[in-house]
């Protein structure tokens, strides 16, 4: 049973907003669909939930179960992006910086297959993440595009080289036949819905600053995914709200309001109505205090029951 203080005290911090993983993402505020701007989900919550950093070589921290604080690389990338947009919304060279450092930081710690070891406190056995690639992937280009500096163009592209690398050989994607592809943000778990989207966000990126130079594989592989993801979106909903997984974890309400957001850019991205329709369906169920209420204590249940204890 995965019901302990730590989960408890975690998850109440998660639904009350109090926690800086799972602060207000809605949708970007900068971002341009042809060009490298803000981000396509608000992660400015990230940075301004922690005001200390700012002026200050420090990035963010996790703390483990275990009580241990470590540098996530979700959180870093994700607090660069959030740097990003805050740099391009007020124009303070003060979040540019912040920015930068977590771009230099991608690249120090980026191991020389394109990954880095995200989840080694909590999946030994499979540290890699098609999300943690992706937002890795977005952070860079905009890096790159900021400063010129190829280094930070080198990266990204190792870094959706390791994501695009099959399951079975070590990647991150799941290749269900000729024109199926999955993007995985775990290797071992059920797909995840919004680590998926996170991870495509990436390799959109890495299409865009590549331009006329992007290999066709890429731009295809974009392609495939996209109409993967549209043919398996049912899969990541129910009658009265949004599921986490594609095996029915059901989402808590921070996921649910991250998936809106996540369908309202996918609709700006593509121009394809049913992330529109997503949207607006999931935004109805958001707005019934009958369909929350049943939604949030099913979830409770599932945390209770539940053997993997993240989302």
Known sequence: MALNLYNIRKWYRMIAGKSVMHVNQDIGKTFDKDGLQGYYNNMTEKVTSLPNLLHTEALPLYRTPSGKDITFPVDVFQYGLGAYDLFLITGDEAYKEKF???????????????????????????PYGGMSQGEAASLL???????????????????????????????????????????????????????????????????????????????????????TLEAMLPSFSCSYWSLYD??????????????????????????????????????????????????????????????????
């Open 141 to 227: 280009v905009r890096g790159y595009n900021e400063t010129g500096n190829n280094d930070y163009l080198h990266a990204a592209r190792k870094a959706i080289d390791f994501m695009l690398i099959s399951k079975e050989k070590g990647g991150c994607t799941e290749y269900l036949g000729e024109n199926q592809i999955v993007l995985c943000e775990y290797t071992h778990l059920p797909v995840v819905l919004n680590g998926w989207i996170f991870a495509w966000f990436g390799l959109y990126d890495f299409v865009k600053a590549m331009g006329e130079d992007s290999d066709t594989k890429y731009s295809e592989t974009l392609e495939k995914s996209l109409n």
């Open 246 to 311: 594609v095996k029915g974890k059901m989402a808590s309400p921070f996921y649910h309001r991250l998936h809106i957001a996540q369908m309202q850019a996918m609709y700006i991205l593509t121009g394809h109505d049913i992330f529109d329709l997503y949207a607006n369906k999931w935004n109805t169920y958001l707005n019934k205090p009958t369909y929350k209420t049943v939604a949030f204590v099913k979830k409770a249940f599932q945390k209770i029951f539940e053997k993997e204890y993240w989302a």
């Open 100 to 126: 930068m450092q977590c771009c230099k930081w991608a690249v120090e710690h980026q191991e020389e297959s394109g990954a880095w070891n995200t989840f080694f406190f909590k999946y030994p056995d499979a």
